[in-house]
Nanobody, 125 residues
Framework: QVQLVESGGGSVQAGGSLRLSCRVT????????MGWFRQGPGKEREVVSTIHADDRTTYYAASVKGRFTISIDNAKNTAYLQMNSLKPEDTAMYYC??????????????????WGQGTQVTVSS
């Protein structure tokens, strides 16, 4: 059974940093595309960033580019999202996803088979 376990969320003041982790267990193959998404209060879920495990190509939403960094550790089956210079508008539930079943990882339009349960990020002004 494939599971994605997120950690690292919390509450910070604007300008602060958090690092999210997403560990994949039970997946019988090497990691492929992984993504981070978020859903803020009253908003639709949106893609934040994606990374491909093979060549480390990345995609960032315009709203986070230059502030967030996605990375992946294949040996640990874990993806990370380093979030710096956080803003109140970054407040959301953050979800990780794995195993691309459609779309483009590079363009940030990948569709995923597996999802984590989410970790809350709250940024106060």
């Amino acid at each position: 059974q494939v599971q994605l376990v997120e950690s690292g969320g919390g509450s910070v003041q604007a300008g602060g940093s958090l690092r999210l982790s997403c560990r994949v267990t039970g997946f019988p193959h090497d990691l492929n595309c992984m993504g981070w998404f978020r859903q803020g209060p009253g908003k639709e879920r949106e893609v934040v960033s994606t990374i491909h495990a093979d060549d480390r190509t990345t995609y960032y939403a315009a709203s986070v580019k230059g502030r967030f960094t996605i990375s992946i550790d294949n040996a640990k089956n874990t993806a990370y999202l380093q979030m710096n210079s956080l803003k109140p508008e970054d407040t959301a539930m953050y979800y990780c996803a794995h195993d691309q079943i459609g779309g483009s990882c590079l363009l940030g339009t990948a569709k995923f088979a597996y999802w984590g349960q989410g970790t809350q990020v709250t940024v106060s002004s």
